[in-house]
């Protein structure tokens, strides 16, 4: 970094949240994935004007800048990939207001988004949005990412509880969307545009956020089948008789024999795929939705069906899906977590066809996720000290994207494309769809600096290489 | 900075003890809410994670073990609260141990001072109990002469290092060297023998904390414990492995090893947290051994905390009231590693009139971390004295702790909280002895 332009930052800074020493840059290298870039400078900004100011200071620079909250990201989204400067936000934490009478969070981009579940649920409320990281990762990257958990089904995605933000432009403006109104018809919905836009058109530097009563209380079941298609039966079984619940998460064989042998949970071991489904609300509509859930899942065929009695038969099985993370990690080191999405009568359909991509790559594929919403999780463990390994894992990946697209599904239901999807994003949104996206990016920022080297693919880049 | 070969042969080593360690890391962060240093300085490179990740990338010689690598492990409290917040089992406390193995070789040419003093003390002074136990009596003739008052008047020990003369206020009331218990001795139960175990004295415990050991030892007879203090026991080694010197701890687990397993005692007791995590993990520290890894399993499996032994065959025989508000600080070492976090807080529950109140984060690190306060004392006070404001919310005339190391820290606590007068850090086994009618 030229030294002209550090002291430009250091009168915009001060030195003591300012790092340049290598063991400082190297912890702002990574992410959740895949890949590890060195920045050549990482700020630790504390309010709106000093990130304003130094967003100014990029663009007569051309210095890439990276906006990163926890850095629990599964895309990539802040890996600066073209060095640059890395703006650690989780300083920016200073505001968490919950305001009771217009049923509204107001918060920094820096907060914990479990804070927020928290604070909001200690006086009745309820943010629903509920990635798995949650409890580390701030509402600033679950905004930027739109990323959203199993919830999803019942209560929308993140996007759906955005009201209002103040954002510095790519150019370093400050400007507010939205507002304090559920209802907001004014000029384009810029603030849909800035959620899940991966931090390439602007950095969050506040947000209003709706809350929700919280339900009283809720139910849940297990229920193992001998085949995929009964549990995909049992899944649109229950979603058309007029049943929304809060969760529904499916586990393939593999998933069940990696938890048993990690953490004997008793799981039944030749289950082709057990579903976790959860109902929420009132008492007396959840002891007859579990009830009816139940009915349904027999019909379909299931092998049996458990429903918890009490908090801790509840919360056992949600350990035992808790230890799907853990447990397939046991099988490697690396593990490439994607998230393509379905509809969900297609499930069944895109189980058979990861299968046939397992067998034909030979590979630890494993499958979970959110089925209720059609958001798998198929994870590849591997270990990418291992070059050959590693090519047919670009292969498989590939054909998990063609799949997803062919059934009328998306590359990415929840983590965002980042940099390993940008090469299918084509295939997905076609030429025209995608030349639309690169004019607004454009448009907002005609030098390139924010969060350059996502979304969109390299030119001619057709695959992901992980090699 | 060494030779280029020397760097070379110190980057292979670190890679073959950490990497595959380090490559089982996904960095999901689930560690960093549980980081107190994390949290004290705010940046990546001071996390779980991100230390993992730099013995990693210094495995792979992409960073200097002792330009880049060593100050960021150096600041690491060892508390392993992030191995219980891992959701897929990073052995971390394995990787700081070798890292730090690793950067003391790199450091072990250079004459610095700090550098000297530490290693003058672990190689020459807790492995000697002897010389320990004569420190010990300085320390009491320190305090029972009133030079102690002379000192801290004068302010001389203010003079040479601020962070000794905090210290030095919070050592506590050492007992007279008469009293001080004597290896080989067997103390009979009270009433019916329920069971055998060996006591652990450990070396700074044995020196200037004599009574609790005293204490401890009470408390086991009353609850039907015949105790016996095993000859040629020494000190747990858990200082050496943790400053990197892992040859010594080695040598001081076989000695100990060798001294209970003679003992025929069913189970081996300590009362610090600290050495507890130690004796714990002598399984792993002599795993390539192979002439006593069986040994150290057995070892492992019989070692306990006292307040597990106290939950176990007790009820202790109470004798009064304990009037007030009690809190606990975990000692990370015990909830963490050894994983007893229910024993004490059921024992604290227990006392008659006492209300046990669990204050805000009791188990995140009071940052005592060994000698951590004395190494890095501004980093370790900002930690403590944030603890304190939990600690002040609950109104507690008393924190408990279960090693000496929190113990003195919590002292210190108090004391630059300006609230010595209504509140005071006591050890579990002294406030138990209380109500039990012993002194």
Redesign the interface.
């Known amino acids: 970094m030229e030294q002209s332009v550090l002291a430009a930052i250091k009168s915009i800074i001060p030195e003591e949240r300012i790092f340049l020493n290598l063991s400082d840059r190297y912890s702002y290298s990574f992410d959740a994935s895949f890949g590890e870039y060195l920045p050549d400078i990482v700020i630790q900004p504390k309010n709106t004007e000093e990130i304003s100011e130094l967003v100014k200071l990029a663009n007569i620079h051309s210095i890439p800048v990276y906006p990163r909250g926890a850095s629990t990201s599964l895309s990539g989204g802040p890996l600066p990939v073209n060095g640059g400067m890395v703006l650690d936000m989780s300083r920016l934490k200073d505001k968490l207001i919950i305001d009771r009478e217009n049923l509204l969070a107001i918060v920094s981009p820096g907060v914990i988004t479990g804070d927020i579940h928290k604070q909001a649920e200690a006086v009745g409320l309820f943010y629903p949005p509920d990635p798995s990281s949650s409890h580390v990762s701030t509402i600033g990257g679950n905004l930027l990412e739109n990323s959203s958990g199993p919830k999803g089904l019942k209560y929308g995605t993140t996007k759906e509880y955005v009201i209002g933000l103040e954002v510095v432009t790519p150019t370093g403006e400050i400007i507010r969307t939205g507002g304090k109104t559920v209802k907001n018809v004014t000029g384009y919905d810029l603030t849909r545009l800035i959620v899940g836009s991966e931090g390439t058109l602007g950095i969050i530097t506040e947000a209003v956020l709706r809350l929700i009563p919280k339900p009283q209380e809720r139910k849940t079941l297990l229920a193992s089948f001998d085949s995929l298609v009964q549990s995909g039966h049992a899944i649109t079984g229950i979603l058309s008789a007029g049943i929304l619940p809060s969760a529904m998460e499916l586990m393939d064989n593999a998933c069940i024999r990696a938890v048993e042998n990690f953490s004997p949970s008793g799981l039944p071991l030749n289950a082709e795929a057990i579903i976790i489904v959860e109902v929420d609300g009132h008492p007396a509509a959840i002891a007859e939705e579990i009830l009816k859930c139940e009915e349904l899942c027999m019909k379909a065929g299931a092998a049996s069906v458990r429903v918890a009695q009490n908090e801790d038969e509840r919360l056992s099985i949600w350990k035992a899906r808790k230890m799907v993370s853990p447990a397939i990690t046991q099988m490697g080191p690396t593990k490439i977590s994607e998230d393509a999405t379905v509809p969900r009568s297609e499930i069944p359909k895109m189980m058979e066809r990861l299968n046939e991509i397992r067998d034909k790559y030979r590979l630890n594929l494993v499958v979970f996720g959110h089925a209720g919403d059609g958001n798998l999780h198929p994870n590849i463990i591997t270990d990418k000290r291992n070059k050959e390994e590693m090519k047919r894992v670009e292969d498989a990946v590939s054909e998990i994207f063609e799949a997803a697209v062919q059934l009328g599904g998306t590359l990415s239901g929840e983590h965002g494309i980042g940099m390993l999807k940008a090469p299918y994003m084509e295939m997905e949104l076609g030429v025209d769809g995608l030349s639309m996206m690169k004019k607004i990016k454009e448009a907002w920022d005609p030098n390139g600096i924010l969060n350059p080297g996502k979304i969109f693919p390299k030119a001619g880049q057709k695959k992901v290489v992980l090699t | 900075m060494g030779t280029l070969t020397q760097e070379k042969e110190y980057q292979e080593k670190l890679f073959n003890t950490t990497y ?1 360690w380090t ?2 890391c ?5 560690c ?2 549980s980081c107190p240093t994390y949290a004290s300085m ?4 001071a ?1 779980p994670r ?1 230390r993992i ?2 013995v990693k ?1 210094a495995a792979e010689g ?3 073990i002792a ?3 060593a ?2 492990i150096d600041l690491c409290l060892g508390c392993r609260a992030c191995e219980v917040a891992c ?3 990073v052995p971390y406390g394995h990787i700081l141990e070798a890292a730090k193995e690793v950067i003391a070789d790199t450091q072990r040419n250079k004459k610095q001072p700090a550098a000297m003093v530490k290693n003058l003390a672990l190689r020459h002074l807790f492995p000697y109990p002897k010389r320990m136990k004569t420190i010990g009596s300085f320390v009491w003739m320190y305090q029972k002469t009133g030079m102690n008052k002379v000192a801290q008047k004068t302010n001389i020990i203010q003079k040479i290092s601020e962070p000794l003369a905090q210290l030095e206020k919070i050592v506590p009331a050492v007992e007279s060297p008469s009293e001080r218990i004597k290896e080989g001795t067997v103390y009979p139960a009270k009433g019916e023998t329920k069971t055998r175990v060996a006591f652990f004295s450990g070396c700074i415990m044995d020196a200037v904390m004599g009574r609790i050991n005293r204490l401890t030892i009470e408390l086991l007879t009353s609850v039907g414990c015949e105790v016996v203090i095993p000859k040629r026991q020494n000190c747990c080694g858990a200082l050496h492995a943790h400053q990197g010197d892992t040859e010594k701890a080695k040598e001081l687990a076989i000695a100990n090893i060798s001294a209970f397993l003679e003992s025929g005692a069913d189970y081996y007791i300590n009362n610090a947290g600290g050495c507890g995590a130690a004796l714990a993990e002598y399984d792993h520290l002599l795993r390539n051994e192979t002439d006593w890894a069986d040994s150290a399993k057995e070892f492992v499996q019989r070692s306990k905390d006292v307040s597990q032994i106290l939950v176990q065959f007790g009820p202790l025989p109470f004798k009064k009231e304990w009037n007030g508000i009690i809190t606990y600080q975990d000692s990370c070492h015990l909830r963490n590693v050894q994983k007893v976090q229910n024993e004490p807080r059921i024992l604290l529950n227990s006392i008659p009139g006492a209300s046990f109140i669990e204050m805000e984060g009791a188990d995140t690190c009071c940052a005592s971390g060994g000698i951590y306060n004395l190494l890095h004392f501004d980093e370790s006070m900002k930690i403590l004295d944030e603890k304190m404001e939990k600690a002040d919310q609950t109104n507690a005339a008393a924190i408990i702790t279960a090693n000496p190391g929190c113990q003195m820290q919590m002292s210190l606590g108090i004391q630059r909280k300006g609230c010595s007068g209504e509140m005071k850090s006591m050890h579990i086994v002294e406030i138990l002895a209380e109500v039990c009618g012993i002194d």
Do not use: A, F, R
Not at chain 2, 26 to 30: A, I, K, L, N, P
């Open positions: 595959d490559n089982q996904v960095q999901c962060g689930y960093l809410p705010g940046k990546e490179t996390s991100g990740n730099l990338m992409k960073i200097d330009k880049d690598l100050e960021p959701p897929v089992d």
